[in-house]
């Protein structure tokens, strides 16, 4: 059984007929202890996606249909008590744009205590901040400085004490939204090490977003790209990484436009290539591919007849017209 099981997902900003339907019938599906990468450009869903899960979409938003499924329990229409009793403790997330988000006149130490004392009410204030020592001590910042104030970090340190808060609870799932974007590229090496090595010590699931594919390279098992609302691609990261010779490498057009826009930070510089144009607008009725007019590849079908989402070889989904045949 999966730990997360999102299925025909569709959620909506704003009414049925002015409304964008900003992820549109998406499925996704993270085992117990798998990193999951989630991936497209700026504006695709992503966060929209992630945030239906433990229903924490902004105010206008709908879950129009699809459910979400957690630890074999269907929460797509839980209780405001059901999903409080599971957010920290079992779903806990690292928003996008958090780093500032910290309380500046708490210490670090209380602000990761927070949580733990909220849920569970049997805990004293001191073996809270015992726990919380440990953790900063898990994310590599030394216990000493509990005590300090967000201010006193840097940004990466500021993003460490964020991800120390999110495994307070011991939680079975982080979405960690966009975790690394607005650090230094030497900090975002660190940070996603750090990631990779909480896998071991925790047993964690994880779901992390990213705008740039490079940076799921070598911290994910399986990667999901996602434009204009639709999962246009999944597979395993070895499936999505692998070079364009090999047997089986990412098939979606997209998925390889997005794999040559980002410096890989981890790896061999290349020239990096971006694409032009820009995403559809999703207020406006959508026909044939929705990549169609801005792919290299296109040809006549794609502007006329969606393509469904096909499951290539064994847990490689691609949705395009011409995912064998397409040259990368
Ligand atoms: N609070 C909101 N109100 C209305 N539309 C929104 C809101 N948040 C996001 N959207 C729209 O939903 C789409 C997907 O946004 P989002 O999920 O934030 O994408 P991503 O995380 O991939 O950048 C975008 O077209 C965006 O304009
Ligand atoms: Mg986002």
């Given amino acids: 059984m999966n730990l997360l099981d999102v299925r025909n997902l569709c959620v909506r900003y704003g009414s049925e007929q002015t409304g964008v339907l900003a992820v549109d019938t998406v499925d996704l599906r993270i085992g117990q202890g ?14 929209t996606l992630a945030m239906a899960i433990p229903n924490l979409l902004p105010e206008g938003a709908t879950v129009v249909s699809g459910s979400v499924t957690f630890d074999g329990q269907d929460i797509t229409h839980a209780s405001e008590e059901t999903l409080n009793s599971i957010r920290w403790k079992e779903i806990s997330v690292i928003f996008q744009g958090a780093l500032n988000a910290l309380n500046p006149v708490k210490s670090v130490g209380w602000q990761i205590a927070e949580p733990m004392l909220a ?6 204030d001191k073996d809270a901040l015992a726990r919380a020592r440990e953790l900063l001590d898990a994310v590599g910042i030394s216990k000493s400085r509990s005590s300090a104030y967000p201010h006193e970090f840097s940004g990466g340190m500021r993003q460490r004490v964020m991800i120390a808060m999110a495994l307070a609870c011991k939680p079975k799932l982080v979405i960690a939204d966009e975790p690394i974007t607005a650090l230094d590229v030497m900090t975002q090496a660190q940070i996603l090490d ?33 434009y204009a609302g639709k999962a246009v691609e999944s597979g395993s990261a070895e499936t999505i990484f692998a070079s364009a010779d090999s047997s089986e490498s990412a098939a979606h057009p997209y998925t390889n436009r997005l794999l040559k826009s980002y410096p890989n930070i981890l790896h061999e510089r290349v020239f990096i290539d971006g694409i032009p144009g820009y995403p559809p607008d999703l207020s406006l009725p959508q026909t044939g591919c929705r990549f169609a007019a801005r792919c290299d590849q296109v040809q006549s079908v794609c502007r006329t007849q969606e393509p469904a989402l096909i499951e290539l070889h ?5 949705a395009c017209h011409f995912a064998e045949q397409v040259s990368r």
């Fill in 34 to 47: 798998e990193f999951v990468g989630l991936a497209g450009e700026s504006g695709c869903g992503k966060t």
């Fill in 314 to 318: 064994t847990n490689h989904f691609v």
């Fill in 119 to 124: 849920h569970d009410s049997g805990l004293s």
């Fill in 194 to 226: 750090l990631l990779r090595s909480l896998s071991s010590s925790f047993d964690l699931s994880l779901l992390l977003i990213s705008h740039d594919l490079s940076v799921l390279a070598d911290t994910c098992d399986r990667v999901q790209v996602m």
